[in-house]
Structure formats: structure tokens, C-alpha cells
């Protein structure tokens, strides 16, 4: 099969992060929770990554005088979907295109900026990649930043300036890093993805914080069996797959959750699904194909295995695991656990034993879910039903639900423990998906706007969620699919941004909205916050034109057309936003339409098998951040359709070469694809005056 028809789940799949938090004073611990009230050093505030403060001075009283205290525009094109990190009175966000940003804490001030100038032409996956960061980890005078292009990068964090840089994966080889380092134990874990192509192994790096030296490597899956295996693991991995299988499959990718625990000094790797995606593509007679879609614990000094829970085994709807999970300490049963939390794509709601990975409760559904029943607590496993099993119903299909995208994706939930609740952000709509076996080679199709034509549910929603109860408290519908991560605090406050610019704050206990402002930007990232000089800072980073959020973001957040920008919010903050320019949703008349039905739909297929919506949209329905909207292409510019899809014309700015996957006979229809798209968007949007 072809590296290219795998693609097809990847449009809007997203990946991967980590971070840590160092403890002043102490070379190699990092603190479950903020080390201190002034600092926010790692993506969950502590290692636990509860995105949860102590702090109360914003509160469910004082909330309503919460303002505006500065923001600061910020020099990309692409959005921003990091959490803002705080040490010494100094903001680090993380951006785009290999950005790291320091701006001072009380003025905004921009202090320095470092950029890591990401070597394109590098593939298809790391361009995409590259597009989106979700953020640093801080470790005593370093910040760590990852690149779409693999490298690892150790920044002194008072001038910016690089330490050492390592490469953890390859490039060229179909792998790209959008996640954050975490930290711990001194060292630093980094993870990688391939877009979900499945291309190859994914894998953890552990390095040396300290020196950049190579410490481990843990491969989530086996590879060819004829080579020596890594480890034990690998071996007993291997006979979980079908036969071959390192021949055409791939993946395990963790791209997001890896989170390192100080109180049993393992790191829980979240990994993604094995590709090809429809199952029966993949080769037959295996079993759970560890360690895909798992939780995987490793000690944190070896990266040797400890355990592993697998959430969706035989998977076919591309249900990763690695959301990140928040580590806790509950009372379940009379008895104290130290548990993981976790609420992987194919929604339910797990709590794993952080010792050993066993079930603690029984996992509970977090929205409706058609592709299994129950989980099994004798076994621990999915009781699978009929109805999502798109693969045997070929080109009828069937309704999915959860989406390939999750019932939640990488953005962070929070979990308070006054309230004891998880505050998650779910994307709650099905899609359909099919195969047309007589016409495809297994290529998944799928209609991300089936529950639009439909009238199925379609939304984001903020879930608060018992862990011990695994039930659901309150619930909000806050938008379309695809919001923004959560941060509660000890005030009772739960803050949330959503892709069509707002950023909300609600009740934590009762999930009534106390606070709501216009941020013009699209938010995707968690906020954190600090309290430094008696003033306690809310921070978000905003601004959706990112491939992370294209064909969501883009589609429905015509109000949230705002730049990249860093937000400070604090009590009595009296700062405006400039007014935002409406959004262009004009567009300029096409070039003469092309073709037939049949012609089009030809060229709709190329779209959607070479991939071109991880980066256009789906559909070509994007074009936000550093990738234009190909709806707003000139006759000029499809003069040069050949040079620029084939020849490479626009190589060094990451758009792929396709000379190899597109020939020149196939170019007029993917044109003609193209030009009706935007014939489309012309028609319905408003004409221009
Ligand atoms: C990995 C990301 C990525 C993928 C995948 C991708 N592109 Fe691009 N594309 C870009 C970037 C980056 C540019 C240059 C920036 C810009 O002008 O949009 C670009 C530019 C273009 C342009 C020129 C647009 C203009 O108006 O100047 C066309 C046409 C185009 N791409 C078509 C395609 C087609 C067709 C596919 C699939 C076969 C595809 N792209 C896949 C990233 C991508």
C-alpha cells in the first residue's frame, strides 16, 4: 500500500506533548503540583498535570472585574497552541515554525525570541508538523522546545540562547515532533508522530537534560523479528501483531501524553492506533497489536517496560490514547489510589492503577459511543459492538461515534482537587466512514461533515466528570467540535477558550458560566496561571490559524479571525484589544470552471488520497496560519499548478513535492477539484461591494 493512501484519517488528527516541573533547589525532582505560586514551569503546571492552581484570588466573586491586563501580539501567522509557562517574573510560549517566545510577565514586553528555522524541504508529515507546537517544558535554566523537523532543542532560558540540540527522529522518514518535552528525573522524554500514516515505529527518547546526551529509547511497537529484538517487551509485543506485519504496518505513535511521575518514577507513554486503519487491511491473524493505542509504563532511569493497558485493541477508527493524562491521588473504594486519569479518543473515561495499569473502576462512557458497549472489568477490555464496523458494511459504511478526531483530542483537561472533577473538553459528533473495496485499496472514507447533513450532534462541549463516580456532573455545550483545554483553580473557577474567540470562565462546582470575554482570536491551548507582586495573572495563548485546527477552526470560527496573540487577564485589567477587521469571507471570483461531475470527483479522490488536507483542510475548506486558503487561488497561480504540485516550486516554504504520487495526466482534475471548491465558496459567501 501506498504511504499516501494511509493519509486518510490525518486531516484533522492532531498531535503530541509533554512537559515537566523542576523543583528550585533540587537537581532531579520535579512537584506533583506548581512548585510555587509565582511560577508555571510545565504544560500541566506540575508533573501530575492536573492543570489545576491553588491560587483564588480571581475567584467566583472577584471574576466578574476580571480584565484585560495586556496582550501581545506575536510575529507568526500560525495559531498558537501552547500553554504559556512562567518562571522569574518571565511568560515562554511556544510557537509555530520552530518560535520561542519570552515576554515579560507584568508588561508583556517582548524580552527575546528564538527560532529554530526549520529546514524544509523535510516531507510531507514534519511540514505539517511544523505548523503547530503545543509547547516547552522549563527545567531549572533551561527551556526544552521540539521541532516539526525532529530536533530537540535546550534554550537558556534568561537570554534564549541554545544550549545543544539533539535529533530525535527522522524527517525524511515520515515523522515529525508537535508535542512538548516533558521533564523529570533530570532527563528529558520526548515523543514523535507521523501524521498518522502509520509510517514506521513511534518511539520515546529520553535524554539528558543537563548534557543533551542520549539516555533510552522505548519503541512503542516491534519491529521486523528477524533483527534482535530491543527488549522483552518488543518480543512479546511481536506475537500481539499478524503475520509480516512489519512489512505494512505501523504506528504507536506518541505524540502527545508522556507523563512522568516522581511517586513511582515511571513515565506513562499515550500512544495512537496502527495503520492502516480498517482493520482487515492490516495483516491477519494478530491480536491487540501492542503497544498501539496503549498506555505504556516505563521506568523513568531504563525506559524498560513496566506495564501496559491498551484501550482500543483491533482498532479501525483511529482511537489513540495519547491524550494527555492527569496523574491523581483519590479516594476509590475507602481506599487511597495514586491513579491515571485518562480520556483517550474512543471516550470512555479510564482510571488506571498508577503502579501497575489495572482498572480501578469501570470505565464510563463520556458522550454517546456505537463502536462498544461496555468495558469489561474482568478482563479489561472493549465488549465490541456491530454497528461501527464501517469495514464490513464497504461502501454503505456506517455512523461512527466517537470521530476519528475523539471524544477528545490533545487538549489538556483539568481536574480540580476541591471538587474532585475532571474538567474535560469533548468533541461530541459522528461521522461516516466507509470503503469502497471493489474501487480502493482499503482507503477509508470519511464524511467529518456527516452530522452536519444529518442533523446529529455536532459540538464541543466542557464536561465536568467524577472519576470515582464515572459520572458525568455538569455539562455545557460551548461550541462546534474542537475547544479549547481547561485550567480550574481553587477560586471555583474553571477557564476555557473556544476555536470561535471566546475565552469563558464557570463555576467549578456547578458549571454555571460567571465570566466571558472576546478575544477575536481562536483559543485551542490551556491557560495557566501565577500570582507575582499580589496580582494574579490568567495567560492563554490565542489564534487558530494553525493545520492543527484546519476544517473545524476554519469552517466555523469566522469570528475568531484574530492574529496569534499571548493574553494576560487579571483583576481590574483595563486593556483593549484592537478591534478585529470582520473576516474576509468574500472571496475572489475563480477561474472558469473546469469540468464535469466526473472529472471533479476524480480530483476530489487525489485530493483526499495524497494527503493534501493535513495541511489545505478538508475538502480544501482551511487555509489559515502559513498555508493560504486554496480557495483564493488566481488564474496566475494555476498557470504554475504543475511547478507547484509537482515540480516544487514551493518546496522551501513546505509544500510538498508530489512528482512521484500525482502525475502530470492527473493534474487537470485536481485542478478542476479545486477550482468548483472555490466556485462554491464564491456562490455561497457574501459578494464583495
Ligand atoms: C505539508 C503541508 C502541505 C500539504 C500536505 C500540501 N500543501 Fe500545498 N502548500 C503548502 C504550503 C506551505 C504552501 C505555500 C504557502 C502558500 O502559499 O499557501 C502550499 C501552496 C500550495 C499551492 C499554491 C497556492 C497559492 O495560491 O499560492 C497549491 C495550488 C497547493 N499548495 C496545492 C496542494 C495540493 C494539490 C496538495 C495535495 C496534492 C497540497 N497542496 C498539499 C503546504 C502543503
Not at 480584565?67 to 509555530?96: E, H, K
Not at 532543542?153 to 545543544?164: C, M, P, S, V
Not at 508537535?178 to 520526548?190: D, E, H, L, S, W
Not at 509504563?297 to 484501550?311: F, L
Amino acid at each position: 500500500m501506498n504511504i499516501m493512501q494511509r493519509l486518510t484519517f490525518a486531516g484533522l488528527l492532531v498531535c503530541a506533548v509533554p512537559a515537566a516541573l523542576a523543583n528550585p533547589g533540587s537537581a532531579t525532582t520535579v512537584a506533583a503540583g506548581p512548585t510555587s505560586n509565582r511560577e508555571w514551569r510545565l504544560i500541566g503546571g506540575g508533573a501530575y498535570e492536573q492543570h489545576y492552581s491553588p491560587l483564588k484570588q480571581v475567584n467566583d466573586a472577584t471574576v466578574g472585574t476580571l480584565g484585560l491586563a495586556w496582550y501581545a501580539d506575536m510575529p507568526t501567522t500560525d495559531g498558537l497552541t501552547g500553554v504559556p509557562l512562567v518562571a522569574g517574573g518571565v511568560v515562554y510560549q511556544s510557537g509555530a515554525l520552530g518560535m520561542v517566545w519570552a515576554h515579560d510577565l507584568k508588561t508583556g514586553k517582548l524580552l527575546w525570541s528564538y527560532d529554530a528555522k526549520i529546514r524544509f524541504p523535510t516531507g510531507l508529515v514534519a511540514s505539517w508538523g511544523a505548523r503547530l507546537s503545543r509547547g516547552l517544558a522549563l527545567w531549572q535554566d533551561t527551556v526544552l522546545k521540539a521541532t516539526g523537523d525532529c530536533r530537540l532543542i535546550a534554550l537558556n532560558r534568561r537570554t534564549g540562547t541554545r544550549l545543544w540540540e539533539a535529533q530525535s527522529c527522522d524527517p525524511l522518514a515520515y515523522k515529525t515532533i508537535t508535542g512538548a518535552p516533558r521533564v523529570g528525573a533530570g532527563k528529558v522524554f520526548i515523543g514523535n508522530s507521523n501524521a498518522d500514516s502509520g509510517v514506521g515505529r513511534g518511539f520515546v527518547d529520553a535524554y539528558d537534560i543537563g548534557t543533551g546526551k542520549h539516555l533510552w529509547r522505548f519503541y512503542t511497537i516491534p519491529g521486523d523479528p528477524a533483527q534482535p529484538f530491543e527488549n522483552p517487551a518488543m518480543e512479546m509485543a511481536s506475537k500481539t501483531w499478524g503475520k509480516d506485519y512489519w512489512k505494512h504496518s505501523g504506528g504507536g505513535s506518541p505524540w502527545e501524553g508522556i507523563t512522568y511521575d516522581p511517586k513511582t518514577n515511571l513515565v506513562y507513554i499515550g500512544t495512537d492506533g496502527p495503520a492502516p486503519f480498517a482493520p482487515t487491511t492490516r495483516e491477519s491473524g494478530g491480536g491487540d497489536e501492542l503497544f498501539t493505542n496503549a498506555i505504556v509504563a516505563v521506568n523513568a532511569d531504563t525506559g524498560a517496560y513496566v506495564w501496559h493497558y491498551s484501550t482500543t485493541p483491533g482498532d479501525g477508527w483511529n482511537y489513540a490514547a495519547t491524550m494527555p493524562v492527569v496523574i491523581a491521588d483519590l479516594v476509590i473504594g475507602g481506599a487511597q489510589r495514586h491513579v491515571i486519569l485518562s480520556a483517550p479518543k474512543n471516550g470512555f473515561f479510564y482510571v488506571l492503577d498508577a503502579r501497575n495499569g489495572k482498572l480501578v473502576n469501570e470505565p464510563k462512557p463520556i458522550l454517546p459511543v456505537n463502536w462498544a458497549s461496555r468495558i469489561d472489568m474482568k478482563t479489561g477490555r472493549p465488549v465490541l459492538t456491530q454497528d461501527a464496523k464501517y469495514w464490513e458494511k464497504g461502501k454503505e459504511g456506517a455512523v461512527v461515534s466517537p470521530s476519528p478526531m475523539g471524544a477528545h483530542n490533545w487538549m489538556p483537561m483539568s481536574y480540580s482537587p476541591e471538587t474532585g472533577l475532571v474538567y474535560i473538553p469533548v468533541t461530541d459528533y459522528p461521522v461516516h466512514a466507509s470503503v469502497d473495496w471493489a474501487n480502493s485499496v482499503g482507503r477509508v472514507d470519511i464524511d467529518f461533515y456527516y452530522a452536519l447533513t444529518h442533523h446529529l450532534s455536532f459540538k464541543g462541549t466542557l464536561l465536568a466528570w467524577d472519576p470515582v463516580k464515572q459520572e458525568a456532573r455538569w455539562r455545557h455545550d460551548v461550541g462546534p467540535p474542537y475547544e479549547g483545554g481547561t485550567l480550574s483553580t481553587a477560586g471555583n473557577l474553571v477557564f476555557q477558550g473556544t476555536t470561535t474567540g471566546t475565552f469563558n470562565a464557570y463555576r467549578a462546582d456547578t458549571g454555571e458560566r460567571v465570566w466571558s470575554y472576546p478575544t477575536a482570536s481562536g483559543i485551542l491551548g490551556a491557560p495557566s496561571t501565577v500570582e507575582v507582586s499580589g496580582r494574579q495573572y490568567i495567560l492563554v495563548a490565542a489564534g487558530s490559524g494553525t493545520t492543527s485546527a484546519v476544517g473545524f477552526a476554519t469552517r466555523f470560527s469566522g469570528r475568531a479571525s484574530g492574529p496569534p496573540r499571548l493574553l494576560a487577564f487579571a483583576l481590574n485589567g483595563s486593556a483593549k484589544l484592537p478591534a478585529t477587521a470582520a473576516v474576509a469571507e468574500t472571496f475572489p471570483q475563480p477561474p472558469a470552471p473546469l469540468a464535469d461531475a466526473a472529472v471533479i470527483a476524480r480530483g476530489k479522490a487525489l485530493w483526499d488520497e495524497n494527503g493534501c488536507e493535513l495541511c489545505h483542510g478538508v475538502g480544501a475548506i482551511g487555509g489559515l496560519g502559513s498555508v493560504g486558503d486554496l480557495r483564493r487561488t488566481n488564474a496566475a497561480t494555476y498557470d504554475l499548478f504543475a511547478d507547484i504540485v509537482r515540480g516544487g516550486l514551493y518546496k522551501d516554504a513546505g509544500m510538498p513535492v508530489f512528482a512521484d504520487a500525482i502525475t502530470d495526466a492527473d493534474l487537470p482534475a485536481l485542478k478542476a477539484y479545486l477550482i468548483s471548491v472555490a466556485w462554491q465558496a464564491y456562490r455561497e459567501a457574501p459578494q464583495a461591494p
